[in-house]
């Protein structure tokens, strides 16, 4: 198994402060862009401060840190570990939102995956998505936990932290599936969707150019839309040793 990955993080044209943060494998970032290739088993997240809250780039910052102490870089968690450490996390942010006025209410989307040789785990709780591109199509993977779907404004109804006495308990989502030779998996905040179509990112990435390539342009597309909302996302082909 030989896993490339490209991520991404760039501050939008709205917010002024990034509320996104990256994990690639053990590496922790908030804006920029890191290329990595790992011949283990690995896990790549992204998180995302809730609009609308106060001091959410502490509070994706928080989530990934804790992830990175708390599961070693080449494990690949059990279903119930795996779960019950999210939720010890989610319980852990809730207790330092109350430390500081300005934390109160404090919240974060999530989503990633943990890799082995021969397999992947989903984890997701709010609207940022895994996407899969295969067979020259991109699809979600995952199911955005919003209300109000077919309109602009889309409240988020699963995310980690927020207001004790009205918090929304994150869904956590762990499917096992296993991957194929070439799969390209996209784990990206919502922002990406404001300046590509799953369409589009498929046309893109059907190219025969190299990954690192195919990131910039998006990348560079991005930016020349002037994308609304902050964006980061990791790029990652997996394939098999044995034939690459």
């Given at each position: 198994?030989?896993?490339?990955?490209?991520?991404?993080?760039?501050i939008g044209t709205v917010r002024s402060i990034n509320q996104?943060?990256?994990?690639?494998?053990?590496?922790?970032?908030?804006?920029?862009?890191?290329?990595?290739?790992?011949?283990?088993?690995?896990?790549?997240?992204?998180?995302?401060?809730?609009?609308?809250?106060?001091?959410?780039?502490?509070?994706?910052?928080?989530?990934?840190?804790?992830?990175?102490?708390?599961?070693?870089?080449?494990?690949?968690?059990?279903?119930?570990?795996?779960?019950?450490?999210?939720?010890?996390?989610?319980?852990?942010?809730?207790?330092?939102?109350?430390?500081?006025?300005?934390?109160?209410?404090?919240?974060?989307?999530?989503?990633?995956?943990?890799?082995?040789?021969?397999?992947?785990?989903?984890?997701?709780a709010g609207d940022s998505k895994v996407l899969l591109f295969?067979?020259?199509?991109?699809?979600?993977?995952?199911?955005?936990?919003?209300?109000?779907?077919?309109?602009?404004?889309?409240?988020?109804?699963?995310?980690?932290?927020?207001?004790?006495?009205?918090?929304?308990?994150?869904?956590?989502?762990?499917?096992?599936?296993?991957?194929?030779?070439?799969?390209?998996?996209?784990?990206?905040t919502d922002g990406l969707a404001h300046c590509f179509s799953?369409?589009?990112?498929?046309?893109?990435?059907?190219?025969?150019?190299?990954?690192?390539?195919?990131?910039?342009?998006?990348?560079?597309?991005?930016?020349?839309?002037?994308?609304?909302?902050?964006?980061?996302?990791?790029?990652?082909?997996?394939?098999?040793?044995?034939?690459?």
């Amino acid at each position: 198994m030989k896993i490339s990955a490209t991520g991404f993080s760039h501050i939008g044209t709205v917010r002024s402060i990034n509320q996104d943060a990256v994990l690639i494998h053990d590496k922790l970032f908030s804006f920029g862009i890191t290329e990595i290739e790992i011949r283990e088993n690995t896990r790549f997240f992204v998180a995302d401060g809730v609009g609308g809250m106060p001091s959410g780039d502490v509070a994706s910052n928080f989530v990934l840190k804790e992830i990175n102490q708390r599961f070693a870089p080449g494990s690949y968690p059990e279903r119930d570990e795996l779960m019950e450490t999210l939720i010890a996390i989610n319980r852990d942010l809730l207790d330092y939102s109350k430390t500081e006025q300005h934390l109160q209410g404090m919240a974060t989307t999530l989503s990633g995956m943990f890799f082995s040789k021969s397999e992947y785990r989903i984890v997701n709780a709010g609207d940022s998505k895994v996407l899969l591109f295969r067979d020259g199509k991109v699809t979600q993977l995952t199911v955005d936990d919003v209300i109000h779907v077919n309109e602009i404004y889309k409240p988020i109804t699963s995310y980690f932290g927020g207001i004790p006495h009205k918090m929304v308990f994150p869904f956590i989502s762990a499917d096992t599936q296993l991957w194929q030779d070439g799969d390209i998996f996209i784990v990206t905040t919502d922002g990406l969707a404001h300046c590509f179509s799953n369409d589009q990112l498929g046309a893109v990435l059907s190219n025969s150019k190299s990954l690192g390539e195919n990131v910039n342009f998006i990348l560079g597309k991005s930016l020349a839309v002037g994308a609304p909302d902050n964006i980061s996302c990791i790029f990652i082909r997996i394939t098999n040793q044995m034939n690459h």
